[in-house]
Protein backbone atom coordinates (compact mmCIF):
# COMPACT_ATOMS: atom_id res chain seq x y z
CA UNK A 1 0.00 0.00 0.00
CA UNK A 2 1.68 3.08 -1.44
CA UNK A 3 0.99 5.87 0.95
CA UNK A 4 2.88 8.64 -0.96
CA UNK A 5 2.55 8.22 -4.80
CA UNK A 6 4.86 10.20 -7.50
CA UNK A 7 2.22 9.32 -10.59
CA UNK A 8 4.78 10.38 -12.82
CA UNK A 9 8.06 8.36 -13.55
CA UNK A 10 9.72 11.10 -15.38
CA UNK A 11 9.45 14.53 -16.89
CA UNK A 12 11.25 16.56 -19.13
CA UNK A 13 11.18 20.16 -19.33
CA UNK A 14 13.34 22.63 -21.47
CA UNK A 15 15.43 24.70 -19.76
CA UNK A 16 14.11 28.15 -18.28
CA UNK A 17 10.60 26.81 -18.51
CA UNK A 18 8.77 25.49 -15.24
CA UNK A 19 9.25 22.17 -13.78
CA UNK A 20 6.17 20.91 -11.79
CA UNK A 21 6.53 17.72 -10.09
CA UNK A 22 3.66 16.17 -8.61
CA UNK A 23 3.22 13.77 -5.24
CA UNK A 24 -0.59 12.76 -3.92
CA UNK A 25 -0.26 11.00 -0.24
CA UNK A 26 -3.71 9.10 1.19
CA UNK A 27 -2.58 8.95 4.81
CA UNK A 28 -4.58 11.93 6.57
CA UNK A 29 -2.04 11.61 9.40
CA UNK A 30 1.09 13.17 7.12
CA UNK A 31 0.89 16.70 8.43
CA UNK A 32 4.77 17.80 7.21
CA UNK A 33 5.85 17.23 3.74
CA UNK A 34 9.55 17.04 2.30
CA UNK A 35 10.91 16.96 -1.31
CA UNK A 36 14.42 15.72 -1.85
CA UNK A 37 16.82 15.77 -4.44
CA UNK A 38 19.02 12.92 -5.87
CA UNK A 39 22.01 12.48 -8.38
CA UNK A 40 23.56 9.32 -9.43
CA UNK A 41 25.57 7.70 -7.19
CA UNK A 42 24.64 10.10 -4.44
CA UNK A 43 22.52 9.93 -1.31
CA UNK A 44 19.28 11.70 -1.36
CA UNK A 45 19.36 15.94 -0.40
CA UNK A 46 16.84 17.79 1.34
CA UNK A 47 15.90 20.57 -0.73
CA UNK A 48 12.11 22.16 0.81
CA UNK A 49 9.63 21.10 2.93
CA UNK A 50 6.01 22.31 3.90
CA UNK A 51 4.10 22.26 7.20
CA UNK A 52 0.17 21.19 6.78
CA UNK A 53 -0.60 24.67 8.45
CA UNK A 54 0.50 26.05 5.41
CA UNK A 55 -0.35 25.84 1.61
CA UNK A 56 2.63 27.16 0.12
CA UNK A 57 6.41 27.70 0.71
CA UNK A 58 9.17 29.12 -0.93
CA UNK A 59 13.12 29.08 -1.54
CA UNK A 60 14.76 30.65 -4.68
CA UNK A 61 13.36 28.83 -7.66
CA UNK A 62 11.54 26.44 -5.59
CA UNK A 63 8.15 26.28 -4.74
CA UNK A 64 6.14 23.82 -2.66
CA UNK A 65 2.34 24.03 -3.04
CA UNK A 66 -0.24 21.78 -0.63
CA UNK A 67 -3.58 20.99 -0.89
CA UNK A 68 -4.50 19.07 2.16
CA UNK A 69 -8.10 18.80 0.87
CA UNK A 70 -6.83 16.89 -2.04
CA UNK A 71 -4.14 15.36 0.13
CA UNK A 72 -1.94 16.47 -2.83
CA UNK A 73 1.11 18.31 -3.21
CA UNK A 74 3.44 20.13 -5.83
CA UNK A 75 6.79 20.98 -6.19
CA UNK A 76 7.59 23.94 -9.13
CA UNK A 77 10.79 24.72 -10.27
CA UNK A 78 11.00 28.29 -12.29
CA UNK A 79 13.57 28.47 -14.66
CA UNK A 80 14.61 25.14 -14.60
CA UNK A 81 18.18 24.82 -14.90
CA UNK A 82 20.48 21.68 -16.51
CA UNK A 83 21.55 20.90 -12.53
CA UNK A 84 18.72 20.00 -11.37
CA UNK A 85 18.27 17.32 -13.64
CA UNK A 86 17.98 14.11 -10.95
CA UNK A 87 15.58 12.15 -9.42
CA UNK A 88 13.22 13.70 -7.18
CA UNK A 89 11.42 12.29 -3.75
CA UNK A 90 8.05 13.26 -2.37
CA UNK A 91 7.76 12.93 1.47
CA UNK A 92 5.66 12.67 4.06
CA UNK A 93 5.67 12.25 7.95
CA UNK A 94 2.99 12.77 10.94
CA UNK A 95 4.25 15.75 13.40
CA UNK A 96 6.72 14.46 16.04
CA UNK A 97 10.36 14.35 15.93
CA UNK A 98 10.35 10.21 16.76
CA UNK A 99 7.77 10.52 13.72
CA UNK A 100 9.72 8.41 10.22
CA UNK A 101 9.30 9.35 6.70
CA UNK A 102 7.33 7.40 4.22
CA UNK A 103 9.09 8.25 0.58
CA UNK A 104 7.65 8.44 -2.78
CA UNK A 105 8.59 6.75 -5.61
CA UNK A 106 10.54 9.03 -7.46
CA UNK A 107 10.61 11.29 -10.30
CA UNK A 108 13.29 11.45 -12.69
CA UNK A 109 13.22 15.11 -13.97
CA UNK A 110 15.51 15.96 -16.86
CA UNK A 111 16.12 19.49 -18.29
CA UNK A 112 16.80 19.79 -21.59
CA UNK A 113 18.80 22.17 -23.36
CA UNK B 1 33.57 17.11 6.67
CA UNK B 2 30.79 16.07 8.76
CA UNK B 3 28.08 13.66 7.72
CA UNK B 4 27.22 10.08 7.02
CA UNK B 5 29.68 7.26 6.07
CA UNK B 6 28.69 4.12 4.83
CA UNK B 7 30.75 1.28 4.03
CA UNK B 8 31.32 -0.55 1.43
CA UNK B 9 30.24 1.87 -1.46
CA UNK B 10 29.62 -1.32 -3.17
CA UNK B 11 29.27 -5.36 -2.93
CA UNK B 12 29.22 -8.13 -4.18
CA UNK B 13 28.14 -11.01 -2.57
CA UNK B 14 27.23 -14.83 -3.45
CA UNK B 15 23.29 -15.73 -1.45
CA UNK B 16 23.70 -17.51 2.06
CA UNK B 17 26.27 -15.32 3.00
CA UNK B 18 26.65 -12.99 6.04
CA UNK B 19 27.25 -9.35 5.09
CA UNK B 20 27.20 -6.10 7.53
CA UNK B 21 26.50 -2.75 5.80
CA UNK B 22 28.31 0.31 8.51
CA UNK B 23 26.83 3.13 8.68
CA UNK B 24 28.88 5.87 11.19
CA UNK B 25 27.54 9.66 11.67
CA UNK B 26 29.52 12.61 13.17
CA UNK B 27 26.87 14.70 13.56
CA UNK B 28 25.42 13.43 17.28
CA UNK B 29 21.98 12.70 15.99
CA UNK B 30 19.69 10.66 18.14
CA UNK B 31 17.40 8.75 15.23
CA UNK B 32 19.21 7.06 12.32
CA UNK B 33 17.59 4.94 9.87
CA UNK B 34 18.18 2.44 6.99
CA UNK B 35 16.39 2.80 3.94
CA UNK B 36 16.47 0.65 0.25
CA UNK B 37 16.01 2.12 -2.72
CA UNK B 38 14.79 0.14 -5.68
CA UNK B 39 13.30 0.61 -8.96
CA UNK B 40 9.98 1.79 -9.05
CA UNK B 41 9.53 1.43 -5.80
CA UNK B 42 11.56 4.64 -4.48
CA UNK B 43 12.76 4.41 -0.78
CA UNK B 44 11.79 2.30 2.16
CA UNK B 45 12.67 2.33 5.66
CA UNK B 46 14.12 -1.41 6.86
CA UNK B 47 14.88 -0.46 10.18
CA UNK B 48 15.47 2.90 12.83
CA UNK B 49 16.41 3.96 15.75
CA UNK B 50 15.83 6.31 17.53
CA UNK B 51 18.08 6.62 20.11
CA UNK B 52 21.38 4.56 21.13
CA UNK B 53 20.27 1.37 22.92
CA UNK B 54 16.51 1.14 20.59
CA UNK B 55 15.85 -0.01 17.76
CA UNK B 56 12.63 -0.59 15.57
CA UNK B 57 10.86 -2.47 12.65
CA UNK B 58 10.26 -0.14 9.56
CA UNK B 59 8.44 -1.15 6.11
CA UNK B 60 10.41 -3.69 4.98
CA UNK B 61 12.56 -5.15 7.86
CA UNK B 62 12.53 -9.47 7.08
CA UNK B 63 16.09 -10.44 6.51
CA UNK B 64 17.39 -7.42 8.19
CA UNK B 65 18.60 -6.65 11.51
CA UNK B 66 20.58 -3.69 13.03
CA UNK B 67 22.21 -2.69 16.29
CA UNK B 68 22.89 0.68 17.92
CA UNK B 69 25.46 0.22 20.65
CA UNK B 70 26.38 4.11 20.71
CA UNK B 71 24.87 6.78 19.18
CA UNK B 72 27.70 7.02 16.07
CA UNK B 73 27.27 3.71 14.69
CA UNK B 74 24.46 2.10 13.26
CA UNK B 75 25.29 -1.34 11.34
CA UNK B 76 22.74 -3.35 8.87
CA UNK B 77 23.38 -7.41 8.95
CA UNK B 78 21.85 -9.63 6.32
CA UNK B 79 22.25 -13.15 8.27
CA UNK B 80 21.89 -15.13 4.81
CA UNK B 81 21.57 -12.88 1.80
CA UNK B 82 19.10 -13.14 -0.97
CA UNK B 83 19.04 -12.00 -4.45
CA UNK B 84 15.75 -9.85 -3.84
CA UNK B 85 18.41 -8.15 -1.39
CA UNK B 86 19.89 -6.42 -4.38
CA UNK B 87 19.42 -2.92 -3.71
CA UNK B 88 21.02 0.49 -3.31
CA UNK B 89 20.79 0.84 1.13
CA UNK B 90 21.04 4.10 2.34
CA UNK B 91 21.61 5.37 6.13
CA UNK B 92 19.92 8.28 7.58
CA UNK B 93 19.78 10.28 10.59
CA UNK B 94 17.66 13.03 11.97
CA UNK B 95 18.99 15.45 14.40
CA UNK B 96 16.73 16.01 18.06
CA UNK B 97 14.21 18.42 17.48
CA UNK B 98 13.91 18.36 13.78
CA UNK B 99 10.63 17.25 12.07
CA UNK B 100 11.15 15.25 9.17
CA UNK B 101 14.93 16.75 7.29
CA UNK B 102 16.84 13.33 6.78
CA UNK B 103 20.91 13.51 6.02
CA UNK B 104 21.76 10.82 4.16
CA UNK B 105 25.13 8.84 3.83
CA UNK B 106 26.13 8.14 -0.29
CA UNK B 107 24.60 4.36 -0.24
CA UNK B 108 25.88 1.05 -0.75
CA UNK B 109 25.15 -1.02 -3.75
CA UNK B 110 25.05 -4.45 -2.98
CA UNK B 111 24.19 -7.25 -5.68
CA UNK B 112 23.32 -10.63 -4.07
CA UNK B 113 24.08 -13.52 -6.79
Known amino acids: DQQVKQNSPSLSVQEGRISILNCDYTNSMFDYFLWYKKYPAEGPTFLISISSIKDKNEDGRFTVFLNKSAKHLSLHIVPSQPGDSAVYFCAASPTGTASKLTFGTGTRLQVTL | IAGITQAPTSQILAAGRRMTLRCTQD?????MYWYRQDLGLGLRLIHY???????GKGEVPDGYSVSRANTDDFPLTLASAVPSQTSVYFC????????????FGEGSRLTVL
Open chain 2, 49 to 55: SNTAGTT
Open chain 2, 92 to 103: ASKGQGSSGELF
Open chain 2, 27 to 31: MRHNA
